[in-house]
């Protein structure tokens, strides 16, 4: 105790004592400075003395000085890099301008470190080279409507090849397809006629259905005419028979009351006038008269004289 009071105090110092301090801070210092903490999602490459050495992982480490150095500190999480448009050249010669973007994880730290330059222009490069080379062999139509195609191509492709460097493609997509301005003017004009094509179309069908519909109702509403007379007429027909038959019905009675009754040839031949009379008030325009007439009015004159003596007197 009484060593180290005499070591700070100013006075009691020395040259050597003060050189000796500086020497300890100093390592102290460095050592301090040799203590790293790795987080959760990274690797950190350590060399010694210039060759490869260890990835430290999760935790603290101890660099030692001078022998270890860290080489590059590398994030596992994924990883998205927009690229910018491209000019490409479709199968039918045209050109336009595609985007795309690269969802990617670093699997292999080390082989990310020593396997490639610059990895991330690497990646560039060669997404534009096999962008070219897949859109090479579409026309425009099938450039603008197959985007699924050409991403799962691009992703295959990309995973091969970045796979020595320790780069997993996860996902891989197109952002835009920019058409030159001939083309998406013609492209417009071509939306706009089939719009108004299916407009005509449209109104066409509705149209026609709605004269289907109208025809359909008055189809229907002459059968429903039809079967109302019919069943008029049936009814009618039906009243008329019904009548008849009541008539036919009645005169049989009375031919029966008169038949029950024992009626002589007088009273049929009186009933026989009757119906005489009842023909001759009708539409005919002849009448046949039985050559017997007179005896037959003077059967009825002696009936009505036969009638006049057994009537009883007041």
Avoid: C
């Avoid at 038949?259 to 539409?283: C, F, I, M, R, Y």
């Amino acid at each position: 105790m009484k060593l180290f009071e005499s070591l700070l105090s100013p006075i009691a110092l020395t040259a050597g004592q003060i050189t000796i301090i500086i020497v300890v801070a100093i390592l102290l210092i460095v050592i301090a400075s040799s203590f790293r903490l790795v987080t959760q999602t990274k690797k950190v490459i350590i060399e010694r003395l210039g060759g490869y050495y260890t990835t430290w992982g999760v935790g603290i480490h101890f660099l030692v000085p001078i022998l270890d150095r860290v080489v590059r500190t590398v994030s596992l999480k994924e990883q998205v890099k927009d690229f910018d448009p491209q000019p490409v050249i479709t199968k039918d010669n045209v050109t336009m301008q595609i985007d795309t973007i690269i969802f990617f994880a670093i699997t292999d730290p080390k082989a990310y470190t020593y396997g490639v330059e610059n990895p991330m222009m690497a990646i560039e490069n060669i997404s534009a080279t096999t962008l070219r080379n897949i859109i090479g062999e579409l026309d425009l139509d099938q450039t603008l409507t197959s985007r699924d195609l050409i991403n799962t191509k691009m992703r295959v492709i990309l995973d091969e090849a970045t796979d020595p460097w320790g780069i997993k493609v996860n996902r891989v997509e197109v952002k835009n397809i920019v058409p030159p301005k001939d083309i998406r003017d013609s492209m417009e004009k071509q939306m706009r006629a089939e719009r108004e094509k299916r407009q005509t179309i449209l109104i066409a069908e509705g149209e026609k259905r709605s004269k289907i519909l109208e025809a359909e109702g008055e189809a229907e509403a002459v059968l429903l005419r039809a079967e109302a007379a019919k069943k008029q007429k049936i009814l009618n027909a039906e009243g008329e028979a019904s009548a008849i038959f009541k008539i036919k019905e009645a005169e049989a009675l009375g031919i029966k009351l008169i038949k029950d009754a024992a009626a002589d040839q007088a009273v049929l031949t009186l009933k026989s006038l009757e119906a005489l009379a009842q023909v001759a008030n009708g539409q005919a325009t002849k009448i046949v008269v039985p050559t017997d007439i007179t005896d037959i009015a003077s059967t009825v004159l002696m009936a009505a004289e036969i009638a006049k003596e057994n009537k009883p007197s007041k």
